[in-house]
């Protein structure tokens, strides 16, 4: 199934830069640094820990820690 997600933030000044600080996205999964999408199709079940890091014009920044949990597909039933 493919997989979708966007990141958010308010204040600051955009543009922003979006990025991976610690740990890694599930294998199949990637990060658009310009608007913060996870999107791709996950290779495998299991859950990570990560944390994204938001750069805006100005030079400032923030970090946040996330966990993210990868289920198995629902087969529609």
């Given at each position: 199934e493919n997989y979708f997600a966007r990141l958010s933030t308010s204040g600051g000044r955009a543009p922003y830069?979006?990025?991976i600080a610690g740990g890694n996205l599930p294998d199949g999964l990637s990060l658009s640094p310009s608007v913060g999408?996870?999107?791709g199709v996950p290779k495998?079940?299991?859950s990570v820990a990560l944390t994204v890091?938001?750069?805006?014009?100005?030079?400032?920044?923030?970090?946040?820690?996330?966990?993210?949990?990868?289920e198995p597909a629902s087969d529609g039933k």
């Open positions: 830069h979006w990025s999408m996870v999107y495998y079940v299991g890091c938001v750069a805006d014009a100005a030079g400032a920044s923030a970090t946040r820690k996330f966990s993210l949990r990868v």
